[in-house]
């Protein structure tokens, strides 16, 4: 059955929500993606396919992953009760494996012979480098120069999983550009080759499949909230750039509307800079990589540089569902600074023991910065979505420790 909102297919048959996504491309793609979406829906029907995907998330994956009461955060800051879905203690460490499995499964069933991907801090590569030596699909992953300086240690993990790594150095050396990269050799061979996008963007059915193979997320997080409280959490809390794990953690709660629902983009140096990629905060309607979303662009409509300290976030799109969220209202799309952040980087690691992924450090600065406002009954669910095992060395030496 497909998901609704109002009223409004999520998405319709063209891919849209509302009046974003849908398929920007050349025509000679068009034909790959249909085919990919015709593959898609044949796939998850079957009961082999949903056998495979179940036994991988709970033997592979390690799922479902735990809800954990952070109380000695929430003790400290006197306010509501922050609960963390721990993504983090997923097989790769971040919730990425859970449609990198799917995407690699789906390549494995149409019979490319190339999986290429995109990535920003590394785990949607070491994640589909994993996923691909697990059916055994050759893999190349495309990432920008600055973001492979940053995060060595999941540089070395892609290495040793077998991918082959692109570094691309145009433009701003970061997300948007290793997209571009990979979309090119991409369309050298779109007939042999598959491209698995890592979040919820692109041209339909990527932002509706990636939403699916996530929605596990907010699935689980209900069944646990339930089972614990008897009740829906009073708030969902998760990271945005791309909007993967959000949509994960959203999809669940879209027609509850007791729930409130808070994405966190990255507010880098200031909304007041030209260091942020706060795009649904700031950004407006456009075309980007395939979709039509919100867009930070320029007077010439070309995508703006962007700027976050998590290398996953720094991208001038967002998952057109998001956009729609945005518009309806359904979804609080609200920012955390890089300071804010790095605080909560520290505060989580060393008041709870669990070292945070900078992105998902965004979600935790803002439950940091509400919970205290907020009853002590209330419930927060923040979406831990990756480990911060990648980000270490770069936060040790950026914080001389």
Known sequence: MAHQINGIALPNEEGFFGQYGGQFIPPELKQAMDDINVAYQEIRQTEEFQNELKDLFANYVGRPSP???????????????????????????????NHCLGEALLAKYMGKTKVIAETGAGQ?????????????????????????????????????????????TRGTATLKDA????????????????YAIGSVVGPHPFPMMVRDFQSIIGDEIKVQTNERFGANPDYVVACVGGGSNAMGAFTAFLNDPEVKLVGVEPAGHGLNTDKHSATLTLGKPSQLHGMACYVLEDEQGEPLPV????????????????????????????????????????????????????????????????????????????NLSGRGDKDSDYVAEKLGL
């Open 124 to 168: 949607h590569g070491v994640a589909l480098a994993t996923a691909c030596a697990l059916v055994g699909s050759p893999c190349e992953i495309h990432m920008g120069q600055v973001d492979i300086e940053k995060e060595h240690p999941n540089v070395v993990k892609m290495k040793i999983l077998g991918a082959k790594l692109i570094s691309v």
């Open 307 to 382: 700027h976050s300290i998590a290398s996953g976030l720094d991208y001038p799109g967002v998952g057109p569902q998001h956009s729609l969220l945005k518009d309806l209202g359904r979804v609080e799309y609200t920012t955390a600074t890089d300071q804010e952040c790095l605080d909560a980087f520290m505060t989580l690691s060393r008041v709870e023991g669990i070292v945070p992924a900078l992105e998902s450090s965004h979600a935790v600065a803002w439950a940091i910065r509400e919970a205290g406002k907020l009853p002590k009954e209330t419930k927060i669910v923040v």
């Open 67 to 97: 809800l954990f009461h952070a109380k000695r955060l929430s003790d400290q800051l006197g306010g509501a009760q922050i609960y963390l879905k721990r993504e983090d203690l997923n097989h790769t460490g971040a919730h990425k494996i």
């Open 179 to 194: 997209v571009d990269s990979a979309f090119e050799e991409y369309l050298k061979d779109p007939k042999n080759y598959i």
